[in-house]
């Protein structure tokens, strides 16, 4: 396995867990935001964006590597 694939891997994983853990964090104080805005949701998307866009990049690795 590259390096790079492994550090698109923990990286991918990481921003698996900063969405899960921003969720958490956005449960806890929901009530603090305003209603009108749903924070979360468009930070959840976001990063679930971001991980697409790194998993296309891992597939773009794999292939050169075979």
Same mark, same amino acid.
């Given at each position: /396995?590259?390096?790079? !694939?492994? &550090?698109?891997? #923990?990286?991918?994983?990481?921003? &698996?867990?900063?969405n899960r853990l921003q969720q958490k964090a956005f449960a806890v104080? !929901?009530? #603090?935001?305003?209603?009108? $805005?749903?924070?979360?949701?468009?930070? &959840?998307?976001?990063? $679930?964006?971001?991980? /697409?866009?790194? $998993? $296309?990049?891992?597939?773009?690795?794999?292939?050169? #590597?075979?």
């Open positions: /396995m590259s390096l790079a !694939k492994q &550090h698109l891997e #923990a990286a991918i994983e990481a921003l &698996h867990t900063a104080y !929901k009530d #603090a935001l305003p209603e009108d $805005e749903d924070v979360c949701y468009t930070i &959840h998307n976001n990063i $679930e964006d971001v991980i /697409m866009q790194l $998993e $296309e990049v891992l597939d773009c690795i794999e292939e050169f #590597a075979n």
